[in-house]
């Protein structure tokens, strides 16, 4: 049964030696070039749909005093979650307030996805990549090990050579790391713009609402057919 084992660990540790480890760092290579570009589109999505919800928020409630066509109109040129969602919630204005805030509910859970595309990749990668890294540190180990087998020599000359392979094996956890900590922290980043976004929405929302409890519900024109 021992030597089975040992015949079965020989068997994995040749395998893994004829593999190599030189296709993990092209995987990490590949996987670092995919965060680039997730970051670099999350970047651009972010900057268009940016909505100054400072400045928006008491324009908008001066809006929804004049009425909903208004505030529609002044919502219009924004394409961000902030903007959209009220704007949902503004064309159901004449259903009542209960309506409104169930639409604009529903318009949120959707622009979130929007927003948070990708960032599960991102996630996932800082999690992962060092232990792809470290998998092609242990393989490289194993490789150096399987020739140092076959290497005739003593002292120095077999001492030299094992450290520098476990030395070129290490590469491969420096790789996975500096692939990793950029992945997490522009996750962080890109997590910390949805949860802004998310609060500046229910922001605007309550504007709205606020408005909806003021007026009669005779006066909620905006949105009803053939109004």
């Known amino acids: 049964m021992r030597r089975q084992k040992e015949d079965m660990t020989e068997r994995l540790a040749l395998l893994f030696d004829q593999v190599g480890a030189e296709w993990v760092l092209w995987l990490l290579m590949g996987l670092a070039i995919a965060s680039i570009a997730v970051c670099v589109e999350r ?3 972010l900057w268009q749909n940016r909505v100054p919800v400072a400045l928006l928020q008491p324009k908008l409630l001066a809006a929804l005093e004049k009425g909903g066509d208004e505030a529609a109109t002044l919502l219009a040129p924004y394409r961000g979650m902030e903007a959209q969602v009220v704007a949902a919630g503004i064309r159901e204005m004449h259903r009542g307030a209960a309506a409104v805030d169930e639409v604009m509910a529903a318009a949120m859970a959707v622009h979130k996805q929007r927003y948070e595309k990708f960032l599960m990749f991102l996630s996932s990668l800082g999690a992962n990549a060092p232990f792809i890294g470290l998998l092609g540190t242990v393989i490289g180990i194993l490789g150096a090990f399987a020739n140092l087998k076959q290497q005739v020599g003593v002292g120095g000359s077999r001492q030299a050579l094992i450290m520098g392979s476990i030395s070129e094996a290490l590469v491969a956890t420096a790789v996975g790391l ?10 962080n980043q890109f997590r910390t713009k949805v949860k802004q976004a998310t609060a500046n929405t229910e922001a605007l929302t309550a ?12 006066d909620r024109a905006v949105g009803r057919p053939g109004a």
Do not use: C, D, E, S
Not at 207 to 218: R, S
């Open 178 to 187: 500096a692939v990793a900590i950029p992945a997490v922290v522009a996750y």
């Open 207 to 218: 504007v709205l609402m606020a408005h909806l409890k003021t007026i009669p519900h005779a």
């Open 43 to 45: 970047t651009l999505f």
